[in-house]
């Protein structure tokens, strides 16, 4: 996604591709990294929770 936002970036600036494919470039640029994050986040949630049904992570309140 990156790889291919660049090139659309650089056609933008060389004046091959109009304002709207550059900005939805942007748009599947930020959409790919959101998704990235959210498969990070759900990998650690699920990861604690396996620590916790399995005794290895403590119920400490502070």
């Known amino acids: 996604a990156k790889n291919n936002f660049e090139r659309t970036e ?3 600036k060389l004046g091959q591709v109009t304002s ?3 900005r939805q470039a942007q748009l599947n640029l930020l959409s ?3 998704n990235r994050n959210q498969a990070k986040y759900d990998a650690k949630l699920a990861e604690i929770i396996v620590l ?3 005794g290895e992570l403590l119920n400490v309140k502070i």
């Open 20 to 22: 709207i494919e550059f």
């Open 52 to 54: 916790q049904l399995s």
């Open 10 to 12: 650089e056609k933008f």
């Open 32 to 34: 790919a990294e959101l």
